[in-house]
């Protein structure tokens, strides 16, 4: 959604491998938007200085967005990372990032709802957007809490031994 999704082996990650897993898709399209401004400034076919124009300043734009410290963009990701490296508490760290997405979202839920009084309904798409950061932040912490209560309890204790079977016959 944001311009990219990383597959992890584990859901349990170094702090550092997240840093440079997060730095990542924002490092790329930064990268990708100024190559593309490059070409832009060669002497091409119009069609072409439009298209690599409109590229450009996509990717930047982006990189530029996902780098906010506003977890679940990368940024709030590499903040996340960075919390875990000194506090050693991935909960904690997860629960502040978390709360500066919330901001973040809450943010663009308010800038976009203003848009919309001003008549512009383009507000709509940052209230969509701030509407999704916030729920990934809030499911994010969840997650973690989840994680933490049901890390101390054993498969054994809450799997179900009693199965009770149907009739084949039944309809």
Do not use: C
């Not at 709030?76 to 709360?99: E, H, Q, Y």
């Amino acid at each position: 959604f944001f311009g990219g999704v990383a597959s992890l082996p584990s859901e349990d990650v170094k702090p550092s491998t997240e840093f440079w897993m997060a730095l990542a898709g924002p490092v790329f399209s930064l990268v990708l938007g100024i190559s593309l401004y490059f070409v832009n400034q060669l002497a091409l076919p119009i069609l072409f200085k439009a298209l690599t124009f409109y590229l450009y300043q996509i990717n930047i734009m982006l990189a530029i967005f996902n780098l906010i410290p506003a977890y679940p963009l990368d940024g709030g990701r590499v903040f996340r990372a960075i919390l875990t490296m000194f506090t050693k508490d991935a909960l904690k760290s997860t629960r502040i990032a978390a709360a500066g997405g919330k901001i973040f979202a809450a943010m663009l839920i308010i800038l976009g709802a203003a848009e919309i009084f001003a008549g512009d309904f383009g507000g709509l798409w940052l209230i969509f957007l701030g509407g999704f950061i916030w729920f990934i932040a809030k499911a994010s912490v969840q997650q973690m809490d989840t994680k933490n209560v049901l890390a101390s309890v054993p498969l054994a204790r809450i799997i179900q031994h009693n199965y009770h079977s149907l009739n084949p016959n039944a309809t």
